[in-house]
């Protein structure tokens, strides 16, 4: 697959400034939601016409990305 910013957007004039599936106005945190809720991505792309299955994984791969270099503490006792 290509590089995200191929298929993910975030500008100030579009949902203000979040990251979107570029030319729409669907969040990329929303298809997570919805993956991580039981939706598969048939479903998705039933439900949002416009969306790819490359939209799908570039909004893994963004957020794979933006979480590479945190550092996590358990929170248990």
Do not use: C
């Amino acid at each position: 697959m290509k590089h995200w910013r191929d298929h993910i957007e975030s500008n100030p004039e579009i949902l203000y400034g979040k990251a979107v599936i570029r030319n729409t106005r669907i969040p990329v945190d929303l298809l997570l939601e919805k993956l991580s809720e039981g939706e598969n991505i048939e479903e998705l792309l039933l439900a949002y016409p416009r969306l790819t299955k490359d939209d799908v994984f570039a909004a893994f791969a963004f957020a794979a990305e933006m979480i590479k270099g945190e550092v996590v503490h358990s929170l248990a006792s």
